[in-house]
């Protein structure tokens, strides 16, 4: 067990880095369009195909991204993903061409950020550091 506590709790798991977020998509090669075409991530061929569910595994960085197919999503609310993009102020028009929705750059923290939806209705942040690293 770990000497760290949180609120005077013994923390049992020390959690070292976020290594996937998990989404439910409708439409797996719709999803894969927007995710690997769109936003520039690439498909894993190391995914085991007897998992029981249909899906895909993405990599964003040195993250990964996994995709898993359901026919009802829920509607979002409050819950996104952020990725991390060097010039929002790039991304935005350019995303904008290809037709879809993205809010204007604002600031948050040091940082400054976008939203959008994928097909699904699933919101994605995209967020620009700021250029200390914050």
């Not at 609120?7 to 439409?27: Q, Y």
């Not at 769109?38 to 995914?47: A, C, N, P, S, Y």
């Not at 007897?50 to 999503?73: K, N, S, T």
């Not at 929002?88 to 929705?101: C, E, F, K, Y």
Request: aromatic content about 4%; hydrophobic content about 40%.
């Amino acid at each position: 067990m770990s000497g760290d506590s949180h609120e005077g709790r013994a923390v049992s798991a020390k959690a070292l880095a976020l290594h996937h977020v998990s989404i439910n998509v409708s439409d797996l090669d719709r999803a894969l369009r927007f995710y690997v075409d769109v936003l520039g991530l690439t498909q894993r061929t190391d995914r085991p195909h007897d998992l029981g569910i249909e899906g895909a595994w993405l990599d964003v960085g040195d993250r990964q991204l996994h995709l898993i197919v359901q026919p009802d999503i829920p509607p979002a609310l409050g819950q996104h993903f952020a990725l991390l993009v060097d010039q929002l102020d790039i991304a935005v028009p350019a995303l904008r061409s290809q037709g879809l929705t993205v809010s204007d750059p604002a600031q948050i923290g040091q940082g400054r950020q976008s939203f959008m939806s994928d097909p699904d209705g699933n919101v994605v942040e995209l967020h620009q550091a700021s250029r200390t690293g914050a």
